[in-house]
């Protein structure tokens, strides 16, 4: 007989496949397994046949465990099922916005933003100030944007998180820290003088409207593939590293 490919018993099967990533953390009794699953004995054992089959599940009595190939498999399977369903989650924002500019550091952790949760507000209140962020921005030890525009909120925005005295971190396109310079000089150069303020500006294009990273997760506002500025999708909790 003529044995199905690894990828086949791995990802034809829901139940396999839940099986394996129930197992990681250890061996469970088939009872734990069943309510686990939701499903019938009759069900999962000839499902469980396969993956003893395949040297991935091992048995003792009524307990089952994952075999050191299994547990290769299974946690190396777990961030690509996240990262499949975190990409999954919303899909149209991502297929309608520019992804170039999305940092690699970011795409690297993107399994650890699956709650996230994108703002499409109308053309009406497309730059109304996100209350919520702001609230965790001013709550924030440090707050990082990078920026390729004015939104209206920015000077006030700006000068409430440094009476606060959250450190700000401001990344511009030469392009528009030249036109803040030169329309706002004054107020520009005030800030320079906080301690608490640090300006940088970039050389190389920078392909997203803007990215505000705060202390309990960030806000990223990718542009649209026709290049006009798109939704916001924004993260509201993401663990440092």
């Given at each position: 007989m003529v044995k199905d490919a690894l990828l086949d018993v791995l990802f034809a099967s829901e139940k396999?496949?839940?099986?394996?990533?129930?197992?990681?953390?250890?061996?469970?009794?088939?009872?734990?397994?069943?309510?686990?699953?939701?499903?019938?004995?009759?069900?999962?054992?000839?499902?469980?046949?396969?993956?003893?089959?395949?040297?991935?599940?091992?048995?003792?009595g009524d307990t089952y465990g994952l075999t050191n190939v299994g547990k290769l498999i299974a946690d190396e399977m777990k961030p690509f099922l996240d990262a499949i369903e975190t990409l999954?989650?919303?899909?149209?924002y991502l297929t309608t916005h520019k992804t170039v500019g999305i940092p690699k550091p970011f795409l690297k952790r993107i399994t650890e933003i699956k709650d996230f949760i994108v703002f499409e507000p109308d053309h009406i209140s497309s730059y109304e100030l996100n209350t919520d962020h702001f609230q965790e921005a001013m709550r924030s030890r440090a707050v990082y944007f990078i920026s390729t525009f004015m939104h209206p909120e920015s000077p006030l925005i700006?000068?409430?998180?440094?009476?606060?005295?959250?450190?700000?971190?401001?990344?511009?396109?030469?392009?528009?820290?030249?036109?803040?310079?030169?329309?706002?000089?004054?107020?520009?150069?005030?800030?320079?003088?906080?301690?608490?303020?640090?300006?940088?500006?970039?050389?190389?294009?920078?392909?997203?409207?803007?990215?505000?990273?705060?202390?309990?997760?960030?806000?990223?506002?990718?542009?649209?593939?026709?290049?006009?500025?798109?939704?916001?999708?924004?993260?509201?909790?993401?663990?440092?590293?």
């Open positions: 396999r496949k839940k099986v394996l990533l129930l197992l990681r953390d250890g061996p469970q009794e088939m009872g734990f397994i069943l309510s686990g699953l939701k499903t019938s004995r009759p069900a999962l054992l000839p499902q469980m046949k396969i993956l003893k089959e395949r040297n991935l599940l091992y048995q003792s999954d989650k919303n899909s149209h700006l000068e409430q998180l440094v009476k606060k005295g959250v450190c700000v971190l401001l990344i511009l396109t030469e392009e528009f820290a030249h036109r803040i310079f030169t329309e706002y000089r004054d107020v520009f150069r005030y800030y320079l003088a906080c301690n608490n303020v640090k300006v940088f500006t970039c050389k190389k294009e920078i392909n997203i409207s803007s990215l505000t990273v705060v202390d309990t997760g960030f806000q990223l506002r990718l542009l649209y593939k026709d290049g006009e500025v798109g939704m916001e999708l924004d993260v509201g909790t993401i663990e440092r590293k």
